[in-house]
């Protein structure tokens, strides 16, 4: 993260901790990410320089004015007004890590070839939990470059069960056998 990314992620959360509104804002601030992440021509819209900042207000107070809290509209309304409404998505993702830390959560990034369902999910949440002693928070990444299987990254730790590290593994144990 950027500086700019982490003075706006740390003053926003630090209000939702002063109304006591942490959950609330970070579930606010999931949805708003999954919408300025599939949607791109918005997200264009809302970043481009040529359209004003009352234009792209009146955009916003036309989509969230209903759907978000106050605080988490007028929190847009000021990125539009500072012209950074480019940083929202990396302030969005310094806002969740705020939140993990505040709630003790663990990321734990799992990449597989295609997404998982909610069940394998729900059962690789648990058992991470139970593995690590923590709240568990999973993010999926689809890599194709895997072949098949899953590689799990929580902080510095990587779990790799994943098809292209086993065979990378069998080619570094037949270089070391000796004919």
Do not use: C, H
Not at 14 to 28: I, S
Not at 57 to 80: A, G, I, P, R
Not at 107 to 131: F, G, M, Q, R
């Amino acid at each position: 993260m950027g500086q700019v990314d982490t003075v706006y992620a740390n003053a926003i959360f630090e209000l939702a901790k002063e109304e006591n509104k942490v959950e609330e804002m970070n579930k606010e601030f999931k949805d708003l990410y999954e919408v300025f992440k599939s949607e791109n021509d918005l997200r264009k819209i809302l970043e481009t320089p040529v359209i004003s900042s009352k234009e792209k207000k009146d955009l916003l107070d036309k989509l969230f004015k209903d759907e978000v809290s106050k605080d988490v509209f007028n929190f847009m309304k000021v990125l539009v007004d500072k012209d950074r409404m480019n940083e929202f998505m990396r302030i969005s993702e310094g806002f969740f890590e705020l939140y993990r830390k505040e709630s003790n959560i663990l990321l734990a990034e799992v990449y597989t070839v295609e997404e998982l369902p909610e069940n394998i999910i729900a059962s690789l949440t648990d058992k991470l939990a139970e593995l690590t002693g923590s709240k568990i928070e999973i993010k999926q990444i689809v890599d194709d470059t895997l072949l098949g299987g899953v590689k799990i990254k929580i902080g510095s730790r990587i779990i790799d069960s994943s098809i292209i590290n086993k065979l990378n593994n069998l080619g570094e144990s037949l270089r070391e056998v000796s004919l």
